[in-house]
């Protein structure tokens, strides 16, 4: 049984119908990469699995660990163990990352039922994880995400994926803006937390420079709503030579008959 199994979603925003039809696994230990154009639907996808109200689905389930999850509100998803890296990390001027982190750690520990951190493991948990993850102990004065340049805003949810260990992450444009030591640090925190921890991982991606660094096992194509093409690693070569304009040709050319 899959981790993340979305079985033909419908989702709209308003009236316009965005997702339609779509779907999707992730296993346990599983990178599966999710790519396509701009505007077929890759981060509607995203926000849907973490329960963003300002989108509803009209048809079809999203279940966790065979769980339905479809109408489960955003934090008891991310207790579950569903995490997402967003695509705009927004800042909360006056809330320290120190702050920030401890509350995340101790909302999963008590949907454990376990006890608050303590304030000396909390700060051996967190800067193991900043070795892990190259970061600077400093990092932890600074108010969350407030003045954060776009590789530092992914280099501290690479520090909470470290920390929290879901079962399922959901990396949603990851890669986006980033410089090359951003990514690699990036990268290398997906490939030392995630894979060796037997995490499944959703990487949502246009780009194909992230997917040199973090091999997927599977790669699927999203277009215009729905899954249009599934495969391994090779897909990733053939969109870097190709592009997605040979996606709109094969499916002009199945939609004829024989």
């Not at 040199?212 to 053939?238: M, N, Q, Y």
Request: glycine content about 10%.
């Amino acid at each position: 049984m899959a981790d993340l199994e979305i079985k033909n979603l419908h989702v709209q925003a308003g009236d316009k119908q965005i997702l339609k039809g779509l779907d999707l696994t992730v296993n346990a230990g599983e990178v599966h990469a999710l790519m396509g154009p701009n505007g077929s639907g890759k981060s509607t996808l995203a926000n849907i699995i973490m329960g963003n109200p300002q989108l509803e689905v009209t048809e079809g389930q999203i279940l966790f660990r065979g769980r339905d999850i479809t109408e489960a509100d955003p934090d008891e998803r991310a207790r579950m163990g569903l995490f997402m890296a967003f695509q705009y990390p927004v800042a909360i001027p006056g809330v320290t990352v120190t702050k920030y982190l401890r509350m995340v750690m101790n909302a999963h520990r008590d949907a454990r039922g376990e006890s608050e951190i303590s304030l000396k493991e909390f700060r051996s948990t967190v800067e193991a994880a900043m070795e892990l993850t190259k970061i600077d102990r400093a990092f932890t004065t600074r108010y969350l995400n407030d003045g954060f340049s776009g590789g530092e805003k992914k280099r501290l949810e690479i520090l909470q994926l470290a920390l929290q260990q879901p079962q399922v992450a959901i990396l949603d444009e990851t890669d986006s803006g980033l410089d090359i030591d951003a990514l690699n640090v990036v990268a290398e925190g997906v490939n030392t937390v995630a894979k060796d921890n037997g995490m499944g991982v959703l990487i949502i991606t246009h780009y194909q420079r992230i997917l040199h660094l973090v091999e997927p096992d599977r790669v699927s194509i999203l277009f215009d709503g729905r899954i249009v093409r599934e495969g391994g690693p090779e897909l990733v070569t053939k969109l870097e030579s190709d592009g997605y304009g040979w996606i709109t040709d094969a499916i002009g050319d199945e939609a004829v008959p024989a």
